[in-house]
């Protein structure tokens, strides 16, 4: 009722070109019993809406989500931009929208909005409810928009978790929200909240809406790059606050989900972006992440290193980048991204000439004492011998003493590294010993290096000392 006056008010201002206009009309069309007899009802909305069994019907109702998104309604619907989607010219409250200078929602009490954001909340977080919320003409604006425009720091938390909350659509959806630029700048402006909660609903939406190929490039087209600089920022973030950030485990683990993504255009703008395979690397050398950011920034960069190539002008930063992080060794990814570089046979020159590569290289392939350390030895072996198979990059392969020792190691296996590293005529004695022997033919899971492998790794080991 009180939204109909309103509506009614505004009419005649403007038929009757009354002084102050339809902004005067429409803050004097409600009286203060009916703002308080709106919050009340709004809170008892709100508590409804906690109710599992009620979500549902409540969203379901007819004509509760147009007055809830009414009710939140702080801005002129003139100012949105106009291809703004999913907009209904016959619906009363965007005539009002159209017609008043000011959203609807201005008129009422802020303990009103408050109840009516946090209803929202509730109802988005019933799945079945998702992709009807999404439907309803500028509902997910004037969430987005509460972020901006309410001084209270919980309406702004709702706010954060309901766009959370619709982000995740349903089962059979992912919602197109990359394409709105409030959500976007809303999003932007949650990620850098005071609250740690706050900053975790703002990365997971960002993630639920990266989980889409035709959003990822979206993202990673918008203003140039500045989501992915505000990842980075994230995941980069060695404040001693924030070392168990659960928004920096979704930022690395969004940035993942964008590499994954199918559509050339997002991985290029993410080779490409300054400054984003340096701070994946540098992540992993730093003693303030978490071990679930390292395990995201390995396997992010192991995906760059799947569909970066010579030429391109990436490259180079990308090697740089897994020099920087080549001590880790929690995982194989970092090992398995040489691997990949050096299956690409233009690759492989770059490679060798790359300051500090070959001895990062060799120095994984020689690692000992970790769980994962015998995948990274036959990743970073492999590696080696993909790359010994080019002419070009032999003699500079030959000329590294870390290079060589690795080779000679994997040639006979991996079980006895102590007794290798005593004296050379120790190395040569054993490896005399056991070619002869069913060692070679042992798995690398189990120390040793497979049949086939073992034998392309000593034909490698012949050209190199053939090239020295």
């Given amino acids: 009722r009180p939204f109909r006056r309103i509506q009614r008010e505004v009419r005649w201002a403007e038929k009757e070109n009354m002084p102050g206009g339809p902004e005067r009309a429409a803050a004097t069309a409600v009286s203060r019993a009916q703002k308080l007899a709106v919050q009340k009802i709004t809170k008892l909305l709100a508590i409804y809406s906690l109710v599992p069994q009620a979500k549902i019907p409540m969203a379901r109702c007819p004509g509760m989500l147009p007055v809830l998104v009414t009710i939140i309604d702080t801005h002129s619907f003139n100012r949105v931009r106009p291809a703004a ?4 010219p016959g619906s009363n409250s965007r005539r009002l929208q159209t017609q008043a200078a000011s959203g609807a929602g201005l008129y009422m009490t802020e303990a009103a909005r408050f109840n009516t954001i946090a209803t929202l909340t509730n109802l988005a977080a019933a799945e079945e409810n998702r992709m ?4 309803e003409p500028s509902l997910v604006d004037n969430v987005a928009r509460v972020v901006h425009n309410e001084r209270s720091d919980v309406a702004r938390q709702c706010s954060a978790l309901a766009i959370m909350n619709l982000s995740n659509g349903d089962r059979e959806h992912v919602p197109e929200m990359a394409g709105n630029e409030l959500v976007l700048e809303t999003i932007l402006r949650l990620m850098k909240d005071d609250q740690p909660e706050t900053r975790r609903n703002a990365a997971v939406a960002l993630f639920n809406v990266a989980c889409a190929d035709r959003n990822t490039v979206r993202l990673a087209r918008y203003r140039d790059g500045i989501i992915l600089e505000a990842l980075i920022e994230i995941v980069s973030n060695d404040d001693p606050n924030r070392t168990r950030d659960e928004a920096r485990i979704n930022a690395a683990e969004t940035l993942f989900n964008m590499s994954c993504s199918e559509v050339r255009e997002t991985t290029d703008r993410m080779a490409d972006h300054t400054g984003l395979l340096e701070s994946l690397a540098m992540t992993l050398r730093s003693n303030g992440a978490a071990l679930e950011v390292k395990m995201y920034c390995a396997a992010t960069l192991r995906r ?12 180079g930063a990308l090697l740089t980048a897994l020099i920087k992080a080549s001590g880790w060794t929690r995982t194989a990814c970092i090992a398995e991204a040489f691997r990949s570089q050096a299956e690409v046979s233009e690759n492989r020159l770059h490679m060798a000439e790359h300051h500090g590569l070959l ?7 020689l690692a000992v004492g970790g769980e994962e350390d015998d995948r990274v030895r036959e990743a970073a072996v492999s590696a080696i011998e993909l790359m010994s198979r080019d002419e070009s990059t032999r003699e500079a392969l030959a000329h590294n003493e870390g290079v060589i020792m ?6 006979y296996g991996n079980d006895n590294a102590d007794e290798f590293e005593t004296t050379n005529s120790r190395v040569a004695s054993q490896n005399s010993s056991r070619q002869t022997t069913e060692s070679d033919t042992t798995p690398l899971g189990d120390n040793r290096m497979s049949r086939d492998q073992g034998r392309l790794v000593q034909v490698a080991l012949k050209n190199l000392v053939a090239a020295m």
């Fill in 304 to 315: 760059m290193a799947e569909i970066i190539h010579a030429p391109q002008p990436s490259q």
């Fill in 132 to 135: 009807l919320m999404l439907a």
């Fill in 406 to 411: 690795a080779l000679t190691r994997a040639s």
């Fill in 359 to 365: 001895n990062a290289l060799s120095k994984m392939a």
């Fill in 85 to 88: 989607p999913a907009l209904h």
